[in-house]
T-cell receptor, first 115, second 110 residues
Framework: EAQVTQNPRYLITVTGKKLTVTCSQNMNHEYMSWYRQDPGLGLRQIYYSMNVEVTDKGDVPEGYKVSRKEKRNFPLILESPSPNQTSLYFC??????????????FGNGTRLTVT | QQPVQSPQAVILREGEDAVINCSSSKALYSVHWYRQKHGEAPVFLMILLKGGEQKGHEKISASFNEKKQQSSLYLTASQLSYSGTYFC???????????FGEGTQLTVNP
């Protein structure tokens, strides 16, 4: 089944403890991206990748890191999480590197709580 | 810069129609529409490209006014299953990524 898989679905952690949220797609998509969703703010882009080894900042990149060493994987790294990073996170992928003219496929989300 | 969606929320009775608007201050190449049900991931509805118009579903259609940088989503004869939050995503002509609006919460009651 074609899908975007995120893990974990739920994560509770403490301030400063490094964590990684994994994202993998099996559709051979060029483009991958991370969004965070907060009430009343919609979906805000954190980072995106147009191809392997090519990543760029979105609207809210502070406090996050990403890497794209393989086409299928795009992990999101929080080196030192803080409470303001408590949010619902979505990974998404798209067939074309530009992502403007092909649909985004979203993972099921990761609900992160930082205490 | 985020596109602006209106209204923020709308409540319908089953069978009624609704229009959701999406407006950007930037020149747009494309507009995407997605629906998200509570506790789930956003799901793609349709894309509208500069110079063309694509209809994704029978009773859900959309328009794209390139000159005004605006798009509207039309939901006809709404069903209970239409309830959810609708997001538009705008793709700027000069860019390569989507920026989403804040969403419109649609509730369809029996």
């Amino acid at each position: 089944e074609a899908q975007v898989t995120q893990n974990p679905r739920y994560l509770i952690t403490v301030t400063g403890k490094k964590l990684t949220v994994t994202c993998s797609q099996n559709m051979n998509h060029e483009y991958m991206s991370w969004y965070r969703q907060d009430p009343g703010l919609g979906l805000r882009q954190i980072y995106y990748s147009m191809n392997v080894e090519v990543t760029d900042k979105g609207d809210v990149p502070e406090g996050y890191k990403v890497s794209r060493k393989e086409k299928r994987n795009f992990p999101l790294i929080l080196e030192s999480p803080s409470p303001n990073q408590t949010s619902l996170y979505f990974c998404a992928s798209s067939l074309y590197s530009g992502a403007l003219n092909s649909p985004l496929h979203f993972g099921n989300g990761t609900r992160l709580t930082v205490t | 810069q985020q596109p602006v969606q209106s209204p923020q929320a709308v409540i319908l009775r089953e069978g009624e129609d609704a229009v959701i608007n999406c407006s950007s201050s930037k020149a747009l190449y494309s507009v995407h529409w997605y629906r998200q049900k509570h506790g789930e991931a956003p799901v793609f509805l349709m894309i509208l490209l500069k110079g063309g118009e694509q209809k994704g579903h029978e009773k859900i259609s959309a328009s794209f006014n390139e000159k005004k940088q605006q798009s509207s989503l039309y939901l006809t004869a709404s069903q209970l299953s239409y309830s959810g939050t609708y997001f538009c995503g705008s793709g700027e002509t000069s860019g390569s990524r989507l920026t989403f609006g804040e969403g419109t919460q649609l509730t369809v009651n029996p």
